[in-house]
């Protein structure tokens, strides 16, 4: 059970509030038309599953309602950040970097 | 009172927190016997001489109480004077005893003292060595389910009660800044510091009375009886708001986050059932911003021959039973060592005037306070001696003694026995880690201490007193105190005036590392060596685990399930690793640790279900005008949380009766549906037309202010999941029908590409689903009814189909849309919801006249498929796009922005030739319904396994139509008009079906469009 | 037709949506009959529980710039409160923090199509004013034991330090949800949806039956 800062409440809450969304930073093409069945296939399906730091989508769905970005070490399991959509992590991946 | 003490063999005339003034009775497998207020019934049992509590899960041999606390293996109980209460899996060691408890053995089949299993324990004793399940019952495979039951029986795992549990079990959400776990010296000191300082305190004891070593010492605080001390603390405490004290309170589980369930008992210490409108058991869920485990440590019993004998025990439970319970277990004990703490229970049972046989100490010079105290009262040491085996068969009734090497792993000499019925063992102390590793630590082995410390977590927790290896009452005392002060600098509080009580110094020799006595056999011709009592694991098991290959500590325990169950490994798990890791010769944190998992000890269903349960199970959701149905009648159908009419029988009448008469009379005359579940969404702003032209396949920028339209909402990958109606109300402002199942699904769909795709478009979308109560009338006559109840003009000139109009009906505002899932003249009227029922009233009201029939969903899906109309979820499955429905009349490839499934569906497999496409099927036998969910073939006399063609979605019996209609997948099916698909069916049959428009009513609208 | 419908320059469509005349609104606890139950049921314990029914509830949905906050302040009477999770209760209005662009507004329920129609007049700019008021009703839940009651049902933690007088959470209440407001400190307002009324009544007086539940008329 997570305890999670909701950055539009600004307090924390806890997990059975939010919902996760899956892999954040996964943006639409903008020309969907002009993706290659290959391309539109890894928009659609292909997600990165580390161990260790991933940004993750969530939902405040029984709070505000506003989606927000976690960053979280899925082997500890802490939350290291949590920012806004439209936001960059602060917190990335010693290879991302 | 002398009478009821008489009784109890081995109670002692004084001492113990019991009141000996409180008489209690209680039956033991189906035996009555006495015990006293502030016993536990394990005290209470052994109080009345009861050695055998169980027999042993392989070898079926008798078990006697070992431990007083929570690591007790062997007495598991069932507990419960009635079916309902019965509780498996108690502990005796941790039930408090009441007036009228019932418990009985959980092992032991047909019963404990007599087992007609014995036998398997005495003969052979080879015929369950470690892997047996895995080696014998694995072959035949087919006979596992045989195997299973006779295990389970024999093992005796408890049983769950047949009848509903009648007592309340709850849950409760807790907050603090620390929650202190163990309420002994080091958790009362860390209380007490926290709680002067202003923080919110939870402290919680797996124990009825607060004060956990302190209960059974015979140490000064203060210059008083520690238990004085105790209560002091603990009524400073009570006397604060934001402290919660929680006896009798399982912290069993430690969770992300500092997130721990704690399970408390509220009424097991009074009684079977709880006293009227109490709750038995909460569940407290707590979010600490700061945890301090204060869990101390478990005494660890020394691993000889026959030591699971009743009358074997662990040094320090005798003392808890002398000091706390007033109970000595015996008469003549032998009290085995490697180290000086144990001695205390030498002293204890001398000073309870019994006979103390020997102290056999495994080394060489020990001394220290507690040693000279003995030597003082002239009990006699053994030194490099150990305890090699007992001897007894329901009791141990001597034991064999012999000298051992320094390092304790030969002997050296020769065999003396010894008269004796209690063996007390302490091979020193383990720290109970067990919390600290659900964080997903890494126990540390501390040489020092001879066990396992907490490791390091990424968790908001700090340790104090035993777990950290601090045995001595001054330094736990210490560490409770520092603890607190740690929490306190974290959480920005001051630290408090608070002075530590005094406590006795006491000097304490040298322990030595010993865990496994030699035997004059090896290993595996000796006498068994017990080192996991509740799985039967041995000395002789280990070593052949590790002789036939099992290497890692985590396979030896799987191999020879040592830690397993309701265990988890309590007394057994470092003896365990001591021996694998001697066997592998390496050292003890070489070979490592398992690792812990929640929950700690057996946690109740009732407990876990919370209120969560009967009518409170899961939400019922209910429309305005439920009860109207209910008065009618009305079946009931689950869709999502919703409670929907299903249908509305009359009399004697069967559900296909009343489906046929509800069928019939909405299309001949006029039917109403109540469509209130209908997810509704509100959109507003100026790029809403925008937006529902990206989230639809069909196109939106010419539907006019007053129209609706029907839309398909398809996901990325091109694939339908959900539909409806949505209408323009203004030029910016949209109302949105969704599926009633999918409804909460929509809203977040819209609002995530809102919020992270599309930001800049101005559009806001609210749900008013419970705002409207919708009620749909339909039939040729429900424009004659809508007329009865407005004055505005609802005829065909002034309201089209797919028309909205806004109105007043039966006096209500209302907004009234024609559409139709029927195929009939139909009329959708919205009223804001605490207005609906009285609508709803009116409508029947006039529709007398008219035989106004409510129908349900049955004959809404009947009535819905005689038109082919789809449903989202039921015709869809996620993996069929609007082409495969044959719906590309609702899908817009011309739109300027690639609407959400656009590219999806035109992926090269969603292209592709002989997809499964949706059609009707006709059956050449009208009286026919196929199965839905039946598979198609093309060839029935084709050898199985046939290729399949696709399955039926829909099928119903029609009776407009007077025959079965059908829709379904069939692989090409949309260019296959006229060709015959085969259903053959479990029970022999095949049906014959044509494939067929799936429109089979009035396939021109001629009667919606009117 | 006497239908009032505005259809002001923001293209957007405003309808009364009350009745005139005899025709009585029913709330979502109609069949209750709460009213029998607090003439005749227990009139002592630890939880007090009221049906504020039939009031106008309405969503307000903008990110209001300057001005507009101060126009918004001017069509309800009462400021806006902008913090996260703070509400404003005044006698005939009260208003509280959703979401950073989304309020709940509460109002006696003759007074909801006045507001709407006060908005569709002056208003201009994005935003939505939704009446949810037959989607929505409220209980009032206060006494000596509500706080542990509350706890039984919502995860937020209700201490007086973390959620004093004024502080407005939408939550997870048992398996429903709800907008939880103190009223004072032992007084809370719930506002819930009207499909989920029954369970959460029902959720109420299981949660309150060992403090002994009240309902007031």
């Not at chain 3, 939880?180 to 009324?197: G, Q, T, Y």
Request: glycine residues 8%.
């Amino acid at each position: 059970m997570f305890h999670i800062y909701c950055p539009h409440c600004c307090e924390y809450r806890e997990e059975e509030e939010f919902h996760a969304s899956g892999q954040a930073h996964i943006p639409r093409p903008l020309d969907p038309d002009a993706c290659t069945d290959k391309e539109w296939g890894e928009f659609m399906y292909f997600r990165a599953n580390p161990r260790g730091i991933h940004h993750e989508l969530w939902v405040h769905g029984a709070g505000c309602r506003k989606y927000f970005n976690i960053t979280r070490n899925t082997h500890t399991y802490e939350i290291l950040e949590v920012y806004k959509v439209g936001e960059k992590p602060s917190v990335v991946a010693n290879e991302a970097k | 009172m002398t009478q009821e003490l008489s009784k109890q063999s081995n109670r002692l005339q004084d001492g113990g927190r019991i009141d000996r003034s409180k008489p209690l009775t209680f039956t033991y497998n189906g035996k009555q016997y006495k015990g006293f207020e502030g016993d536990t019934l394990a005290s209470a049992l052994l109080a009345n001489g009861v050695d055998i509590v169980g027999r042993s899960f392989k070898y079926s041999r008798p078990r006697g109480i070992v431990a007083a606390g929570a690591e007790e293996p062997n007495a598991i109980m069932q507990i419960g004077s009635t079916e309902a209460t019965q509780i498996p899996n108690v502990r005796a060691t941790q039930q408090s005893l009441y007036n009228g408890l019932v418990a009985s053995t959980t092992n032991g089949w047909p019963n404990v003292d007599n087992d007609l299993m014995s036998w398997v324990g005495k003969v052979g004793g080879k015929m369950m060595p470690p892997g047996f399940y895995y080696k014998t019952f694995m072959y035949p495979k087919s006979m596992w389910e045989t195997y299973e039951s006779y295990i389970r029986k024999a093992a005796g795992l408890g049983r769950a009660p047949k009848e509903n549990d009648p007592d309340i079990y709850d849950k409760m959400n807790q907050h603090c800044d620390v929650l202190i776990v163990g309420a002994g010296p080091a958790g009362l000191m860390a209380a007490l510091t926290a709680a002067r300082a202003g923080a919110r305190v939870i402290i919680a004891d797996e124990q009825n009375e607060f004060g956990g070593s302190l209960l059974s010492t015979t140490e000064a605080l203060n210059g008083k009886p520690a238990a004085e001390w105790v209560a002091e603390v603990v009524e400073e405490l009570s006397g604060f708001d934001d402290v919660l004290m929680l006896p009798n309170s399982q912290v069993n589980g430690y969770h992300d986050h500092n997130f721990l369930t704690i399970q408390q008992h509220c009424t097991d210490q009074f009684a079977d059932r709880a006293p009227n409108g109490q709750i038995a058991q909460r569940l407290h869920r707590v979010r600490a911003k700061w945890v301090i485990l204060a869990t101390g440590a478990h005494e660890r019993p020394l691993v000889y021959g026959n030591n699971d004998l009743p009358g074997c025990m662990v040094a320090n439970a005798v003392s808890t039973y002398i000091n706390r319970y007033g109970v000595a277990p015996g008469k003549d004990l032998v009290l085995m060592t490697s180290n000086d703490n144990a001695y205390r229970t030498a002293l204890d049972w001398h000073d309870a005037g019994r006979n103390v046989v020997a102290i056999v100490d495994s080394r060489k010079n020990p001394q220290g306070t507690f040693v000279e105290a003995a030597r003082e009262r002239g009990i006699s040491i053994l030194v490099s001696s150990g305890v090699i085996e007992a001897h007894g068969s329901k009791r141990v009734t001597d034991v064999s003694i012999a000298p051992l090497n320094e390092v304790g792993d030969a002997i050296v000499g020769s065999v003396v026995k010894m008269a004796a019925d209690t063996v007390a063992t302490s091979g020193g102390w383990s720290p109970v880690i067990h919390l600290s590793c659900h964080t997903g630590a890494r126990p540390v082995w501390n040489d020092d201490i001879v066990g396992f410390t907490p490791g390091v977590t990424v968790q908001k927790q700090l340790t104090a007193g035993a777990i950290n290896g601090a045995f001595s009452t001054v330094q736990v005392l210490d560490e409770g105190l520092s603890a607190a002060c740690d929490a306190l600098a974290h959480l920005g509080l001051s630290k408090p005036d608070v002075v530590l009580p005094e406590a006795d110094v006491i000097e304490e020799g040298k322990a030595m590392a010993l865990f496994h006595i030699p035997h004059t056999k090896p290993t595996s011709k000796a006498p068994k060596q017990f080192v996991d009592y509740q799985n039967d694991v041995t000395a002789a098991g280990i070593e052949l685990a590790c002789r036939e290959g099992f290497e890692s500590i985590e396979h030896v325990k799987r191999y020879t399930a040592m830690g397993f169950g309701t265990d988890q490994g309590k007394l057994g798990n470092i003896n365990g690793m001591a021996i694998a890791a001697k066997m592998l010769k390496q050292t003890i944190p070489e070979t490592g640790t398992t690792i812990f998992r929640p929950n700690y000890t057996p946690v109740t269903f009732g407990a876990i279900a919370g209120r969560d349960c009967g009518e409170l199970f899961d939400p019922k959701r209910y429309t305005a005008m439920h009860a109207w149905h209910v008065e009618r009648g009305a079946k009931f159908e689950d869709v999502g949380q919703w409670k929907r009419a299903w249908y509305y029988p009359q009399g004697n009448e069967t559900m296909q009766e009343a489906l046929d008469r509800e069928c019939l009379a909405t299309r001949n005359s006029v039917g109403i549906l109540d469509a209130s579940t209908l997810g509704k969404i509100d959109i507003q702003g100026k790029d809403a037309r925008e937006f529902l032209g990206r989230v639809y396949s069909n196109a939106w920028a010419k539907l006019a202010v007053g129209k609706c339209r029907y839309g398909l909402m398809c996901g990325e990958d091109g694939m339908v999941f959900d539909d409806g109606v949505t209408s323009c109300l203004a030029e910016n402002h949209f109302l949105m029908t969704t599926t009633s199942g999918g409804a909460a699904r929509v809203l977040s769909w819209l609002e995530i590409y809102h919020q992270t795709e599309w930001p800049e478009l101005e559009v806001y979308f609210n749900s008013v689903t419970d705002h409207w109560s919708t009620m749909t009338i339909s039939g040729p006559n429900s424009r004659k009814l809508l007329e009865k109840l407005t004055d505005y003009d609802v005829s065909k000139d002034n309201m089209a189909f797919m028309d909205w109009k806004p109105m007043t009906v039966a006096g209500v505002p209302a907004r009234v849309f024609r559409i139709s899932f029927t195929g009939e003249l139909s009329f959708e009227i919205n009223v804001q919801a605490n207005y609906g029922l009285h609508v709803w009233k009116e409508l029947f009201e006039k529709g007398a006249e008219f035989d106004l029939t409510p129908y349900g969903t049955e004959t809404m899906h009947i009535l819905r498929a005689e038109k082919g109309f789809i449903i989202a979820g039921q015709d869809t499955d996620g993996s069929v796009h609007p082409f495969d429905l044959g719906m590309s009349w609702a899908v817009s490839m011309q739109k300027p922005f690639s609407f959400i499934g656009k590219r999806g569906m035109q992926r090269e497999d969603c292209v592709r030739e002989n997809r499964k496409q949706l059609v009707g099927l006709k059956t050449l036998d009208p009286k026919a319904v196929l199965p839905e969910g039946a598979q198609g073939v093309l060839d029935p006399k084709a050898p199985i396994p046939m290729p399949m063609v696709g399955h039926v979605t829909s099928s119903y019996w029609s009776a407009n139509l007077n025959r079965s209609v059908a829709m379904g997948f069939v692989k090409g099916g949309l260019d296959k008009m006229g060709e015959k698909v085969y259903y053959p069916l479990a029970d022999g049959r095949v049906i014959e079906a044509e494939i067929c428009s799936p429109v089979f009513l009035d396939p021109k609208g001629e009667r919606q469009n009117v | 037709m006497s239908d009032v419908t505005v259809e002001a320059m923001e293209g957007k469509v405003v309808t009364n949506q009350l009745p005139t005349g005899a025709i009585v609104g029913e709330s979502p606890l109609h069949h209750s009959d709460l009213a029998s139950i607090a003439e005749k049921g227990p009139q002592q314990g630890g939880v007090h529980f009221h049906e504020r029914k039939l009031k106008g509830l309405l969503t307000l949905r903008c990110t209001p710039s300057v001005e507009q906050l101060s126009l918004i302040e001017s069509l309800l009477g009462v400021a806006l409160p902008m913090q996260p999770l703070t509400s404003v209760t005044a006698d005939a209005i009260s208003v509280r923090w959703m979401s950073p662009d989304e309020w709940l507004i509460i109002v006696d329920g003759e007074q909801a199509f006045e507001l709407e129609t006060r908005f569709q007049e002056k208003f201009s700019g994005h935003y939505a004013l939704v009446n949810i008021s037959g989607g929505t009703t409220i209980f009032e839940v206060s006494g000596s034991h509500v706080v542990d009651m509350l706890k039984k049902s919502t995860p937020v933690d209700l201490h007086a330090s973390e959620f004093p007088v004024g502080k407005v959470v939408s939550t997870v209440f048992a398996k429903s949800g709800a907008t939880i407001c103190r009223l004072a400190d032992e007084k809370f307002e719930l506002v819930v949806r009207r499909s989920f009324a029954d369970y959460l009544w029902l959720w109420i007086q299981d949660a309150s039956r060992e403090y002994g539940l009240v309902v007031k008329a």
